[in-house]
Structure formats: C-alpha cells, structure tokens
C-alpha cells in the first residue's frame, strides 16, 4: 500500500482515509457508500474473485452503471496484478 500513498494522496484521499483502509471495521465512519462497496470489491478481488455474491454485485449494480463498473473492475484487478508481481520481483530479486 505504500507505493500508492502519493497517487492516492493526489486524487484527494485524506490522510484518516488512508490510514483506514487498513481496518475495514472503520470503513463506514470514514467513507461514503459507494466508496465502501468500492473496497469491498477491490478487497475480496485481492483475496478471491470468486467471492463476488449477488449481494456485493447488487450493491456495486446501485451505486455504479455499467461502464464504471467494467472501469472498477480493470483497475483494481490492474493495481491487484501490479502489487503482486512487485512483491514477487522483490523477492526474486532481493540479493541483487
């Protein structure tokens, strides 16, 4: 999550969101609802795809429209591909 401070810092994330996004358990004091099922998304695609029920998908169906969703979907299952081949290539590559 490191890398993505500026980036997110950038495009108006406070700091008291950042920080959270560690502890879903203080999601809905901090961000708006649309916001929440965004992370909810991203998290559950990081952890496993296949865990997308037709509740979250109902969820995500109201807050966004068919092309948001397909440009969620791209970019958190980009920034979930570019965190783990950067995590790997460090542990490949740490004794260089």
Known sequence: MRSHTASAKRRGLTDEQFAAIAHPEQWPGIF?????????????????????????????????????????LLVAGQANLNNRVSNAAKAVFADR
């Open 32 to 72: 708006r609802p649309e916001e929440l099922v965004a992370l909810d998304l991203a998290t559950r695609l990081a952890h496993d795809s296949h865990d997308l029920d037709a509740e979250l998908i109902a969820r995500l169906r109201h807050h966004y429209d068919e092309r948001q969703l397909a440009e969620l």
